[in-house]
């Protein structure tokens, strides 16, 4: 049984070719249906984000299987093969263990390491499971492809730390503040970074907004927008002493800010810790205000370089990241390779036969006044009965072979009889012989 | 028994630290918990050598140095225990430990033997006076560890450096509020041990007061705590002048405690100075009591 992959990601296709194949996620019966319902198709599951389409599939025949599978996203979304081939990949055998567990583990993703994925395709399975149009196969490729996702999260530190300013600011100020909850955001002039910094805040737990602007108007509708406070640009020294995290971004040409007021303002707060996001070039606040105690100062470019070297340490982490995942797909190749037919028959047979042995031994060891004409007919006895008791299973293994779900019998008999899950070459040559 | 006690103690605050250590190059979920353990496991054995020694004396065993190293390092092991459970804060080990172990090894240069304790000194009041006074140290020495992972994370803040280690240590915040709790934590606790000395000192000598170095120092230590304390309440010092003054705080308390048994003469040092000018043949002066009173004999 072969794992195929067909997709299209955000590396090969542009978002107008991605949203046309998107699947609706609470839509998913129909789809996987007619997935399992194709000739030699036997399990399916549908991923299907933002970023990314795939289909995983299981197959006798690779190239079929692959065939059927482009031809099923042409045809389900009403997109003519020949515009939709040039965006899509292919994978099988080990290079589809492989891909899968990269997008898993994030290692595939737009942002490296961003934890979305993980749960996307949780969800995209849950589906599959749901419809039961996962069996075996996917089952298990599946959580092993979480599995190795965990792995790779506790074991490099690829998502440990932000790769946007906004989310910078925002992990910065949880080193100094600890817990946003009880913390108050300024906002001083608008922009766009400045107002998703602000929302980032928000969302982080910050417990309210203070906007001010020297259009008091536009500082109004910024402030109902975060359901914040607007406050008059002539009054910013009145209520900064009242902000824990400022954030800034005027067209003023010159420093808004000095050491001075933020020493008063200091004063005012009896110390505690201040937290100054100059978002704006020219720069707003002068940079000797870094040197106020408690209180730090992060121009934009500090942010970016830390979010540069954030990326560049992500960069170090998908090495490490890589090298988990080859492990890990060794492993999972060889219980699927396991799942053959023929060395599954050979072990079950080889498990039989020490058994014979060994107890055939036992009991002539005891016997000792047997003849060897005697001895011999007790070896011809023993072997019969093994293969009498081993037929039926054998030819309905080679039976269910030709189409049926041979898997699910050859992992049954495997975890019944115990048999290893990777018998050696040669136990296979001897079986053809 | 005792000495088996005391050395395993010793070995397994050894591990401790290490594995606190490696913690600090590798912060993994599962070194901390190993880490923990292994202190915890250390401070229930250092007990069960207390104990053995407390039964074995008759007294709280506190009363030459080997034992107040010991004990020493037994209550700041103790509050950094309780401390880290509150603040989930395994990083707080890898700057703890090391003191802890560090006094053990240090305890392990006076000598062991149990001496037989000045008359004048046999009072309930050693227990309270010297628990009291240990607990408070312990509070101070785990506000030290976190004074000084303050002044490491707020340099990295400052500067934006920004590197591996700055992932590791906790927020300003909370390695402030630490700071801030044990203060309030040890600062009563100081108080309360000057009382209880001055009250002992009035029932083996008969003066609550008598400006010997130890009580001098202490009061000086006192009075380091109690303007850090000051200052936080009513003009809000925190952060890095509360984490230095917390480090000079510590310094001072350590000179109280060490320094002035071992270089200044007074009623509190009678067994460390018999020790060493016995030993060493140091150029201290034989101690002669400062205050002389008919209860307490010369200094053997």
């Known amino acids: 049984m072969n794992i195929v992959v067909v997709g299209l990601s955000h590396k090969t296709a542009s978002v107008e070719i991605r949203e046309k194949v998107a699947f609706a996620p609470n839509q998913m019966e129909k789809p996987l249906q007619a997935l399992v319902s194709l000739p030699d198709i036997t399990e399916a599951v549908i991923v299907s984000t933002c970023n990314r389409v795939e289909v995983y599939a299981t197959s006798r025949d690779i190239a079929g299987g692959m065939a059927r599978l482009k031809r099923f996203l042409a045809d389900y979304h009403h997109i003519p093969l020949e515009t939709l081939e040039p965006h899509l990949y292919t994978h099988h055998g080990e290079a589809a263990i492989r891909h899968v567990f990269r997008v898993s583990a994030s290692l595939d993703s737009m942002v490296v390491g961003e934890p979305q994925i993980l749960g996307q395709i949780k969800t995209a399975y849950g589906y599959a499971a749901e419809y039961k149009t996962s069996g075996i196969i996917l089952n298990r490729f599946l959580h092993k492809a979480f599995s190795v996702a965990k792995r790779v999260r506790t074991e490099t530190k690829i998502a440990s730390s932000a790769v946007s300013v906004a989310f910078a600011a925002v992990e910065l100020a949880k080193k100094i503040f600890d817990d946003l909850s009880d913390k108050t955001v300024m906002l001083i002039g608008a922009g766009e970074m400045c107002e998703l910094a602000a929302k980032h805040f928000l969302n982080n737990g910050a417990r309210g907004v203070m906007v001010t602007n020297r259009t008091f108007e536009r500082a109004e509708k910024l402030a109902e927008e975060f359901d914040g406070k607007a406050v008059r640009f002539d009054d910013l020294f009145d209520y900064l002493h009242k902000a824990d995290i400022v954030l800034s971004s005027t067209g003023a040409p010159h420093f808004i800010i000095g050491p001075r007021d933020v020493e008063n303002v200091m004063r005012r707060r009896k110390l505690k810790p201040m937290f100054f996001i100059d978002i704006a070039v020219p720069r707003d606040i002068d940079p000797k205000v870094n040197d106020v105690e408690n209180v730090y100062l992060y121009t934009v470019d500090d942010l970016q370089e830390v979010v540069a070297s954030n990326l560049q340490q992500r960069a170090e982490e998908a090495k490490k990241a890589e090298d988990i995942v080859s492990q890990e797909i060794g492993q999972f190749f060889k219980w699927l390779s396991s799942l053959d037919i023929t060395p599954t028959i050979v072990a079950l047979r080889s498990r039989f036969e020490e058994t014979r042995q060994a107890e055939l031994a036992k009991t002539l060891a005891n016997w000792k006044d047997l003849t060897p004409e005697e001895q011999k007919r007790l070896e011809a006895l023993t072997s019969a009965i093994i293969n009498k008791l081993l037929h039926p299973p054998t030819s309905v293994l080679k039976q269910t072979g030709q189409g049926g779900r041979a898997d699910l019998y050859v992992d049954a008999l495997r975890n019944l009889f115990d048999l290893e899950t990777a018998p050696p070459e040669e136990e296979v040559g001897e079986l053809e012989e | ?300």
Not at chain 2, 56 to 75: C, D, K, V, Y
Not at chain 2, 166 to 192: A, E, H, V
Not at chain 2, 203 to 225: H, N, Q
């Open chain 2, 1 to 300: 028994m005792n000495a088996v006690l005391f050395y395993s103690t010793l070995g397994i605050y050894f591990v401790a630290t290490v594995a606190y250590l490696a913690y600090l190059i590798k912060p993994r979920e599962t070194l901390g918990q190993a880490s923990r353990w292994l202190i915890t496991a250390g401070f229930l054995l250092h007990c069960a050598f207390t104990l053995d020694r407390y039964l074995e004396a008759g007294r709280t065993p506190i009363t030459n140095l080997h034992e107040s190293l010991s004990f020493f390092s037994l209550s700041i092991v103790g509050v950094f225990i309780i401390i880290e459970r509150k603040y989930k804060v395994f990083i707080l080990g890898s700057f703890v430990t090391p003191v802890a172990l560090i006094l053990m090894l240090v305890s392990t240069i006076f000598p062991t033997a149990i001496t037989p304790l000045n008359p004048a000194l046999k009072s309930k009041w050693l227990a309270v006076h010297t628990t009291v006074a240990f607990f408070g140290y312990a509070t101070f020495a785990v506000a030290f560890g976190a004074a000084i992972m303050y002044l490491i994370q707020e340099h990295f803040l400052k500067s934006k450096k920004l590197g591996a280690m700055y992932q590791k240590l906790p927020s300003l915040d909370k390695l402030d509020d630490i700071n801030y709790r044990c203060l309030t934590f040890g600062f009563p606790l100081l108080t309360l041990a000057i009382i209880s000395g001055a009250i002992w000192a009035e029932t083996a000598w008969g003066t609550y007061w008598s400006w010997d170095p130890k009580e001098t120092w202490s009061l000086i230590t006192w009075f380091v705590y109690a303007a850090l304390l000051h200052g936080r309440l009513t003009t809000g010092w925190r952060g890095k002048k509360a984490a230095i003054l917390a480090i000079i705080g510590f310094f001072v308390l350590l000179f109280t405690f060490i320094g002035v048994n071992l270089l200044l003469p007074g009623l509190h040092s009678a067994q460390s100075l018999d020790f060493l000018a016995r030993t060493k043949k140091s150029s201290f002066p034989i101690w002669k009591p400062i205050v002389s009173h008919p209860d307490f004999p010369d200094g053997n």
